[in-house]
């Protein structure tokens, strides 16, 4: 379980460009809850996933991850618990590096490293099986440089990998704003299989109203720093864009065009 309790978070403060960009955040995810957030560039989206992932402290509050206080531990044990995956296709993976070079380190993350090999013929195998799980072929490049892959494959690559562990949480930061549509499908479902099969905690940041609608088993609506709505599984069910448009909009809200556009 999750729990953010006051969490806040000011940039530059005391200065013409301070920005308060968390303001008294409190949030609880259940074991295995999705959730989708949404809203407009400077709601605080990616900032809430930062803290949360340790990138930022937080001003003040606490952040609690299945009874451990994440936010007083080190990057390595958070490391242990909280997986992500960035907008950026090349974000999560090293390109120089092959296909199950990768996914070694994945396997290691938040370990203490050693000098044993890293790919040995057992972790081929579970790797090769892992990889043909994504559908893309992969399994028969294992040994291609990762920077040879499309940005979809990448994606999927960075989902597997950041899955590897079965990390108590997953922080899905716009991972598939960098891609076009048909990859984007293709990796949206791919993140809803993954999530599922590994009965993963997750929290999915979008600028695509419909994605976060469809994605996940609740919805949270945030605008400066706030979170101004949250939607339960029922209530996102029957939700639309227009009734997400209609909150927005009464809590005088303005969306970005990318948001309106999604």
Do not use: C, W, Y
């Amino acid at each position: 379980m999750l729990k953010l309790t006051g969490v806040s978070k000011t940039f530059f403060p005391g200065t013409v460009n301070e920005r308060r960009a968390l303001s008294g955040i409190d949030l609880t995810l259940e074991t295995g809850d999705f959730v989708t957030i949404i809203g407009s560039n400077g709601a605080g989206k990616s900032t809430l996933l930062n803290v949360i992932a340790g990138t930022i402290p937080p001003d003040a509050g606490s952040i609690e991850l299945d009874g451990v206080r994440v936010d007083k531990v080190s990057e390595s044990a958070r490391a242990r618990m909280i997986a992500r995956v960035f907008q950026d296709p090349q974000a999560g993976t090293a390109p120089h590096m092959s296909i199950e070079q990768n996914l070694a380190v994945a396997l290691t993350r938040g370990q203490h490293r050693t000098l044993r090999r890293g790919v040995s013929s057992s972790r081929k195998a579970r790797f090769r099986e892992e990889l043909r799980s994504l559908g893309l072929g992969l399994e028969n490049r294992m040994t291609h440089r990762v920077g040879l892959l499309s940005g979809g494959q990448r994606q999927a690559l960075s989902l597997l990998m950041a899955s590897f562990t079965a990390p108590a949480l997953l922080l899905l930061d716009e991972h598939t704003a960098a891609l076009d549509p048909e990859r984007a499908e293709a990796v949206l479902k791919l993140t809803g299989q993954v999530v599922a099969d590994g009965q993963l905690s997750a929290l999915m940041v979008t600028h695509n109203m419909e994605h976060a609608l469809r994605m996940g088993n609740r919805l949270l609506m945030m605008h400066e720093g706030r979170i101004i709505h949250q939607l339960t599984s029922s209530e996102k069910a029957d939700a639309t864009v227009s009734d997400l448009l209609a909150l927005f909009a009464s809590a005088n809200a303005t969306l970005d065009d990318r948001t309106l556009l999604g």
